[in-house]
């Protein structure tokens, strides 16, 4: 079975490639794959062989039933070797995970790069701020830590959400990563699960959350810090 998923991901990843010869917009590849496997290293040699707009990794956490994953010595260890490699990891969680998160952020290498997903999925339809906003805080702290400005209306209210359900998270984030630690993310296709939603609507969105900002703040959070983070 294990064998068969490295095919699938190496021909997912060729995809990928395929279109980036199409659409010359596609600068990097996040690929899916565990850090935790005893032959990880083994893998991302030959993936980054495969497919050179490999820039990072990540791992769903929603399909992984370990209950304590995060607290792995083999995910510190997989990490580590990301951060050899001059590639990055994708932290792809929800709230009950973040102490955990936080603990991993102090156990890596100081140089290693992680982007927190989707603001770890906070309860936006219940308008529930803590103690989300609390673990955010924390991880925050580690300056090796990046957040995503991402995934947030699929995790409101799918029928009819609006700009300010998203306000009082994203100006969270904002305070405790500040500008230079986060970046614009759209989550399409999956942002279209919510009713009357495309890119661009998501895209207004946080235009409209940011315009705020001085200028070149705007352009770190959209352009910079993903450029500088994923090496592109």
């Not at 924390?138 to 306000?167: F, I, Q």
């Not at 999956?190 to 495309?198: E, G, H």
Request: proline letters at 6%; aromatic letters at 8%; one cysteine or more.
């Amino acid at each position: 079975m294990d064998h068969w998923i490295h095919k699938i991901l190496d021909s997912h990843c060729q995809w990928v490639m395929s279109l980036s010869r199409e659409y010359k917009c596609i600068k990097g590849i996040v690929a899916g794959l565990d850090p935790t496997h005893p032959q990880f290293e083994s893998r991302l040699v030959s993936l980054k062989e495969a497919v050179p707009l490999l820039v990072g990794v990540r791992h769903i956490l929603d399909l992984d039933d370990r209950p304590h994953y995060l607290l792995e010595e083999d995910l510190v260890a997989g990490v580590n070797v990301l951060q050899a490699h001059n590639l990055t990891f994708d932290l792809l969680l929800r709230p009950p995970l973040l102490e955990e998160a936080v603990v991993l952020a102090g156990r890596v290498s100081a140089g290693a790069r992680i982007v927190v997903d989707h603001l770890a999925k906070p309860y936006i339809t219940a308008g529930k701020l803590d103690p989300w906003r609390q673990h955010i805080t924390a991880l925050a702290r580690h300056p090796n830590l990046y957040c995503k400005l991402s995934g947030m209306v699929t995790e409101a209210d799918l029928e009819k959400w609006k700009t300010e359900d998203l306000r009082p998270y994203v100006e969270h984030v904002l305070s405790v990563f500040g500008p230079e630690r986060l970046m614009f993310g759209s989550d399409w296709p999956v942002c279209r699960l919510a009713s009357n939603t495309d890119y661009q609507r998501v895209f207004s969105t946080m235009r409209e959350l940011l315009q705020h900002l001085p200028h070149h703040h705007q352009e770190m959070i959209f352009s910079t810090n993903a450029r500088t983070f994923y090496n592109l």
